[in-house]
């Protein structure tokens, strides 16, 4: 593969390299946003944006200037293509003129040698398109050039079929990492599992393909605005196309599940996560924009809408639970605002509750709006708020004070808290709550593999206490619940490891013996050992520090030191930098005991990274159907919307 994309590059010029892109999804000079092949609910917002590229140096210049002249037409089915401006109703947009510059490979940026673009755009804002069936929109530019887009309006039945959703998404989490989970914390006999997790039990499984509209690997911005906009987009983008403009707030938008609930039907939103709540996942259900560390602007925006934008009628989530007290507390205490406003004031301002801890969100009142941010930064892992509970013990009281932040809820009390105010709030009109499981991807990053399973088995257990706290309201039946991920990491289970010879051995080469593979792999011992009523009642591990731990990992890491055991003292730092450069060695704190592993990344990456795999879906509730087999990301809203209602066929 690598040496025919070599071959291709020699033959047609730097500009097939893949590396850099002078514009993602548009090969040619002329660009429309949404591009081709993209898909949208009927009804459903979203903006254009088209650019018309004049390169003036590099393997792509022409000599010509940006075209101001260029036209814009769109046609339904084989009918005739109407001027945009006509077909919207809406007055011609101002023509905008900016340059940007990329590099076309590796060469180009080692050299210091940018390829420079004058660009003339204009962007039409809120534009929908109603009717089922496929369009044509034609950008044409330089005298006749013309770039066309085929647009799909799904054919989707308007008739609502579930009161409620609840998304829970585990960040990174492939099934091979809910194989270990299970191996972990379930008792098997003889090659059977006693037990099952709560996601092996769901009626419905599919697969979905995760790649970037742009690139084939995606990471959670990108992936979470697929699937909560059914448009794919780019790394790094929320909720918009990435268009070529400096500005990361004027980039084409799409409106989201979230927005499209409260607008057309009136429903409830939740927004639950272990991650800083300004973090990717939860930010795309309400920012737009095409970078995901705006941070203050993304709190702002699930308080205010998009950000001095008039886009929907959204008026703030019912529930907001989460870690990133930094982008709440006043600049004075250190806060990072949108502004320099203190949100818990904001949001205090417009009737919420403000929440700082465990106590006062299991006392919090039902029938109120509630913001929950209890930590600075991503919250506690469930490894050291249950087992290393040393670990919580530094500055990061969500007031700002520089306490710790010792009282934290886990998922679990999040997402019923959230289910319960919900429920009060919502009556007929039903809820829609995203639940993300932030740091299975987090630790994963880490090379942390069992705090990454730890956070994974505890968002198995929060969907078991999801399904029978639904019951115990009567409305499991009319709720859809999903389980997915956004993306995979590479990683696996090879064997077993015995960490007490590994630890005695003296060479690197000597203690690689300790790995047992294939019949040497043995069987789990974290469950086996320690508290057996505690690990099958519950289902964690009753032992996180067996003599025999998971021989785990996979390809692409930075350079590290493996010992394969437990990280009593908080998350795993695999790597560091030691010199003025981003150029990362292995940690000398990390792992003692262990052998040093060199790693396959570039030398500035300090963490593991994502991968290509297709990652699982679970199903159960109205709909369910509609989830089983192997499809795209974005068709998960598709699914969610079809069974809502959302589709509208008039303005
Ligand atoms: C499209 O319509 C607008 C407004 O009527 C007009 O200003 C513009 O010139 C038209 N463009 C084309 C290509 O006809
Ligand atoms: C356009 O017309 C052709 C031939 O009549 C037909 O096969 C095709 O489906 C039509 N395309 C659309 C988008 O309606
Ligand atoms: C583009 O860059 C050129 C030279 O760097 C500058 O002269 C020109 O004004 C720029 N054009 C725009 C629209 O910014
Ligand atoms: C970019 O285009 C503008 C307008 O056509 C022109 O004034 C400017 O000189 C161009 N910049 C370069 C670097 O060619
Ligand atoms: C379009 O054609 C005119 C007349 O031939 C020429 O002057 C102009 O440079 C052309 N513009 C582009 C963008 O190709
Ligand atoms: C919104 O408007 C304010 C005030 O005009 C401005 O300071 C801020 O940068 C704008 N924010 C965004 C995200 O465009
Ligand atoms: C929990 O937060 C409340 C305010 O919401 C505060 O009064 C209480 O002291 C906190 N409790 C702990 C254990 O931090
Ligand atoms: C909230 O609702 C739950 C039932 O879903 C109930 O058990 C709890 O007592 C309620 N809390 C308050 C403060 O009303
Ligand atoms: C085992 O777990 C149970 C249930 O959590 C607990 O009550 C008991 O104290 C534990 N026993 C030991 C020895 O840790
Ligand atoms: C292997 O890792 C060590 C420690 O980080 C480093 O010093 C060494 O340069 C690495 N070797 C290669 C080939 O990258
Ligand atoms: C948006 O707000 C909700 C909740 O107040 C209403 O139910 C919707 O009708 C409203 N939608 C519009 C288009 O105004
Ligand atoms: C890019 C980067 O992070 N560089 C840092 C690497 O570590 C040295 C010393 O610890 C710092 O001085 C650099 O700023
Ligand atoms: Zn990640």
């Known amino acids: ?30 660009c429309i946003f949404p591009p081709d092949q993209a898909d949208f609910l009927a009804g459903q917002y979203f903006d254009i944006r088209l650019e018309v590229h004049a390169p003036i140096n590099g393997s792509e210049a022409n000599g010509k200037l940006p075209d101001p002249d260029f036209t814009f037409t769109i046609a339904k089915g084989n009918g005739t293509a109407v001027n945009a401006t006509e077909f919207f109703n809406t007055s011609e947009p101002k023509l905008e003129r900016w340059n940007f510059t990329w590099y076309e490979d590796l060469f180009a940026k080692d050299a210091g040698t940018p390829s420079v673009v004058n660009v003339t755009s204009k962007a039409y804002r809120k534009a929908a398109l109603y009717e089922p069936g496929e369009y044509t929109a034609t950008l044409t530019y330089n005298n006749g050039t013309k770039t066309h887009a085929s647009w799909l309006v799904r054919d989707l039945c308007q008739v609502r079929k579930t009161k409620n959703v609840i998304l829970f998404i585990g960040d990174g989490m492939t099934t091979n990492m809910i194989t270990a989970a299970r191996l972990i914390a379930h008792k098997a006999i003889n090659g059977r599992y006693q037990t099952k997790m709560m996601m092996d039990q769901f009626p419905v499984l599919g697969h979905q393909m995760t790649h970037s509209i742009d690139s084939f690997i995606t990471d959670s911005a990108n992936s979470a605005t697929a699937l909560y906009t059914g448009h794919k987009s780019t790394v790094n983008a929320l909720g918009v196309y990435a268009d070529s403009s400096k500005s990361p707030f004027d980039d084409p938008k799409i409106e989201t599940i979230a927005e499209l609930f409260w607008r057309i039907t009136g429903g409830h939103v939740g927004i639950v996560s272990t991650a800083f709540i300004a973090d990717a996942t939860p930010a795309a259900l309400t920012a737009h924009t095409r970078d995901r560390a705006q941070y203050g602007a993304v709190v702002d925006s699930f308080l205010n809408g998009i950000t001095n934008y008039t886009w929907t009628n959204w008026t703030g989530p019912d529930v907001l639970f989460g870690g ?4 709440f507390y006043d600049p004075k205490l250190g806060g990072k605002t949108y502004l320099n406003k203190n949100y818990y004031t904001e949001f205090a301002n417009k009737g919420y509750q403000i929440l ?20 600075v930064s991503n919250m506690a892992k469930w490894l050291d708020r249950n087992v290393y509970t040393a670990n919580l013990n530094q500055s990061l009281s969500p007031s700002g004070d520089k306490k710790p932040a010792l009282d934290q809820p886990g998922l679990k009390e999040m997402t019923l808290k959230a289910i319960d105010i919900l429920s009060a709030r919502s009556g007929e009109k039903g809820f829609f709550i995203m639940s993300e499981a932030a740091s ?3 630790m994963m990053h880490a090379l942390d593999y069992d705090r990454a399973l730890g956070e994974l088995l505890e968002l198995d257990d929060t969907i078991k206490a999801t399904i029978a706290h639904l019951k115990s309201l009567n409305k499991l039946k009319e709720t859809l619940i999903l389980v997915t991920a956004d993306h995979g990491h590479g990683f696996d289970v090879m064997g077993s490891v015995d960490t007490k010879y590994l630890n ?3 060479t690197d080469r000597k203690k690689r013996s300790a790995i047992g593979t294939y019949q040497n792999s043995g069987l789990s011992q974290y469950a086996m050992t320690g508290n057996l009523t505690y690990s099958e009642g519950v289902h964690f591990p009753a032992n996180w520090d067996p003599r025999y731990t998971l021989f785990s990992g996979l390809g692409a890491d930075p350079d590290r030191r493996e010992n394969y055991q437990v990280h009593k003292d908080g998350p795993r730092v695999p790597a560091i930098n030691i010199t003025e450069a981003a150029d990362y060695y292995v940690n000398p704190k990390d792992a003692k005991t262990g052998f040093i592993a060199n790693g396959t990344l570039p030398m500035n990456d300090d963490q593991g990274v994502h991968s290509l795999t297709d990652v699982p879906v679970f199903a159960m509730g109205p709909c369910q159907e509609l989830f089983g087999g192997v499809y795209n990301s974005i068709d998960i809203f598709f699914g969610m919307a079809e069974c809502l209602g959302l589709g509208r066929r008039h303005a």
């Open 324 to 327: 990133g007290a930094e982008q």
């Open 356 to 375: 700082w801890n465990n106590t006062a969100l299991s006392k919090a009142k039902n029938d109120t709006k509630a913001l929950g941010i209890f930590t």
């Open 440 to 442: 299975i991807d987090k």
């Open 504 to 506: 005695a051995q003296s």
């Open 1 to 30: 593969m690598a040496s025919v994309v070599f071959a291709a590059l020699l033959l047609s010029g730097a500009c097939s390299a893949q590396t850099f892109q002078r514009l993602g999804t548009c090969p040619t000079l002329g």
